[in-house]
């Protein structure tokens, strides 16, 4: 595609309730990451693959969060029995190689937890 | 713990004046700096990217890096209204290019 696509655009959960979010990243785009912005603060670094293999996990929060990417292509962020804290824009980025000119950022992903 | 500070502002400034936003990191193995755009609402844009020491021009935009100092400022000339927003710096690490980002400045250009 043109571009990052990620769905949902707005999520509302119910507290302990699963969700998942989709990203769709540039075509042939290799390097795929996802953050997590809350309001009024920066993005925060979650987790990072290269192709399928997830490379860098250090910034998922606790083990209710979990990322796969299993065709190297499509990456979905699935939150286990969600929590009000996790409400936050949840932000796909991709480029082609490396990353090392920047990435392109999706709409994201508005997750609100009631 | 990688830590990127950023004064959050609000930045007012004139139009057609020059804005000057600040950033500071704590990784001296930081490689690339990237500066991004977000206004409300919506996600961020690349606007410039640096890795060396100096300046790098690109139209009204300066990205400006010192790594002794651990320091890079992006400066805005002929500020405009569509200008109004929060930047983002961002400086990254490792073979991976993982940028860590700051909070942001909120910079409100008036007319």
């Known amino acids: 595609g043109a571009g990052v696509s990620q769905s949902p655009r707005y999520k509302v959960a119910k507290r302990g309730q699963d969700v998942a979010l989709r990203c769709d990243p540039i075509?042939?785009?290799?390097?795929l990451f996802w953050y997590q912005q809350a309001l009024g603060q920066g993005p925060e670094f979650l987790t990072y693959?290269?192709?399928?293999?997830?490379?860098?996990k250090s910034g998922l929060p606790s083990d209710r969060f979990f990322a796969e990417r299993p065709e190297g292509s499509v990456s979905t962020l699935k939150i286990q029995r969600t929590q009000q804290e996790d409400s936050a824009v949840y932000l796909c980025?991709?480029?082609?190689?490396?990353?090392?000119?920047?990435?392109?950022f999706g709409s994201g992903t508005r997750l609100t937890v009631v | 713990q990688k830590e990127v500070e950023q004064n959050s502002g609000p930045l007012s400034v004139p139009e057609g004046a020059i804005a000057s936003l600040n950033c500071t990191y704590s990784?001296?193995?930081?490689?690339?700096f990237f500066w991004y755009r977000q206004y409300s609402g919506k996600s961020p844009e690349l606007i410039m990217f640096?890795?060396?020491?100096g300046d790098k021009e690109d139209g009204r935009f300066t990205a400006q890096l010192n790594k002794a100092s651990q320091y890079v400022s992006l400066l805005i000339r002929d500020s405009q209204p569509s200008d109004s927003a929060t930047y983002l710096c961002?400086?990254?690490?490792?073979?991976?290019?993982?940028?860590?980002f700051g909070r942001g400045t909120s910079l409100i250009v008036h007319p």
């Open positions: 980025a991709s480029s082609l190689g490396t990353g090392v000119r920047g990435y392109t």
């Open positions: 075509s042939g785009h290799v390097s």
């Open positions: 693959f290269q192709n399928e293999a997830q490379l860098d």
């Open positions: 990784d001296r193995g930081s490689q690339s």
């Open positions: 640096i890795y060396s020491n």
């Open positions: 961002a400086p990254t690490s490792g073979g991976s290019y993982i940028p860590t």
